[in-house]
């Protein structure tokens, strides 16, 4: 049984900085795209950032050069690290795997997911 546990999330003000973390149960980030995604209250789940298993990331638009995604496979870890926070970036954050390698911010391209953690800015 997979699992994937998130941790770091919490509440902070604008302007402040938060890191999110994300283990495996399992060997699964392997060779498959891994992620962040996340949903706030009345909408849809949308990805963050996306890293493939060379390290190469991608970012949502507004994300980019506020939030850094990285990657420990040796420790089957995910990392996002997310700087000038803004309130918009309030939701559930989830990391997840995909079913393949290449970098996709389309929910439905993921695997396995998380519990989500709570990020909260205000």
């Known amino acids: 049984h997979v699992q994937l546990v998130e941790s770091g999330g919490g509440s902070v003000q604008a302007g402040g900085s938060l890191r999110l973390s994300c283990g ?3 060997s699964i980030y392997g060779d498959a795209c891994v992620g962040w995604l996340r949903q706030a209250p009345g909408k849809e789940r949308e ?25 420990d496979n040796a420790n089957n870890t995910l990392y996002l690290e997310m700087n000038s926070l803004k309130p918009e970036d309030t939701a559930v954050y989830y990391c997840a795997a995909g079913f393949s390698g290449y970098r996709t911010f389309t929910p439905s391209n993921y695997k396995y ?9 205000s």
């Open 47 to 71: 990805g963050v950032a996306a890293i493939d298993s060379d390290g190469i990331a991608s970012y949502a638009d507004s994300e980019k050069g506020r939030f850094t995604v990285s990657r």
């Open 24 to 26: 495996a149960s399992g």
């Open 113 to 121: 997911w998380g519990q989500g953690t709570q990020v909260t800015v």
